[in-house]
């Protein structure tokens, strides 16, 4: 499978980067907020997600290593991918995909 790279010159994904940062750390209200514009309903379950991926937001980070997060998540293997979707789908959090999941 082909890695893909995410094109750091890109103008968008620099002034997203920009307007969630607060000095040199990602901030997670406005992170959140803006995820929730995006994903609507589902922010609360896609949200927990992004802030494994970032390692809960203690770390600063550079433009550049935001960057190098965003290639690793693009770029997860099958198995992650598995676990990552199976989180999303146990609403319940319960360890297990089962009826009430569904509702």
């Given at each position: 499978?082909?890695k893909i790279?995410?094109d750091?010159?890109?103008?968008?994904?620099k002034?997203?980067?920009?307007?969630?940062?607060n000095?040199?750390k990602?901030d997670?209200?406005?992170?959140?907020?803006k995820c929730?514009?995006?994903f609507q309903e589902?922010?609360?379950?896609?949200?927990?997600?992004?802030?494994?991926?970032?390692?809960?937001f203690?770390?600063?980070?550079?433009?550049?290593?935001?960057?190098?997060?965003?290639?690793?998540f693009?770029n997860?293997d099958?198995?992650a991918?598995k676990?990552?979707?199976?989180h999303?789908?146990?609403f319940n959090?319960d360890?297990?995909?089962?009826e009430t999941?569904?509702f």
């Open positions: 499978m082909q790279e995410v750091k010159a890109n103008i968008k994904l002034a997203f980067f920009y307007t969630v940062q000095k040199t990602l997670p209200e406005r992170l959140f907020a929730k514009v995006h589902q922010n609360d379950l896609v949200f927990p997600i992004i802030k494994r991926v970032f390692g809960g203690r770390q600063s980070i550079t433009y550049k290593e935001y960057c190098q997060y965003v290639s690793k693009i997860i099958f198995a991918c676990e990552l979707f199976f999303y789908v146990d959090k360890n297990q995909v089962c999941d569904l």
